[in-house]
């Protein structure tokens, strides 16, 4: 999946490797997701060391009762593991 919304997404810009942090927009969007995911088996989210898929992953992790780290191969995104 891909991180949340930030201000360069609202103004229509790449961020590419650059850290621009989650906006009110894309922190509202990963906690969306994390409670569409809540009664899922999730184990882990790994996410790219970029400051706006660690926040993402976090948010994610909060709500799903399970872990999460930065994983510097993933590019851009984060990765959720199921339990089982």
Same mark, same amino acid.
């Given at each position: 999946?891909?991180?949340?919304?930030?201000?360069?997404?609202?103004?229509?810009?790449?961020?590419?490797?650059?850290?621009?942090?989650?906006?009110?927009?894309?922190?509202?969007? $990963?906690? !969306?997701? +994390?409670? /569409?995911?809540? =009664?899922? *088996?999730?184990? @882990?989210?790994? #996410?790219?060391?970029?400051?706006?898929?660690?926040?993402?992953?976090?948010?994610? $992790?909060? !709500?799903? +009762?399970? /872990?999460?780290? =930065?994983? *510097?191969?993933? @590019?851009?995104? #984060?990765?959720?593991?199921?339990?089982?």
């Amino acid at each position: 999946m891909r991180h949340g919304a930030t201000q360069l997404t609202a103004e229509d810009r790449f961020s590419g490797a650059i850290g621009v942090d989650l906006s009110v927009e894309g922190r509202a969007q $990963a906690e !969306r997701l +994390a409670e /569409r995911l809540a =009664s899922e *088996p999730i184990s @882990a989210v790994y #996410a790219s060391p970029l400051s706006r898929t660690v926040e993402t992953a976090t948010i994610l $992790a909060r !709500r799903t +009762a399970c /872990r999460s780290c =930065s994983a *510097p191969g993933c @590019a851009r995104s #984060a990765t959720v593991t199921g339990k089982g």
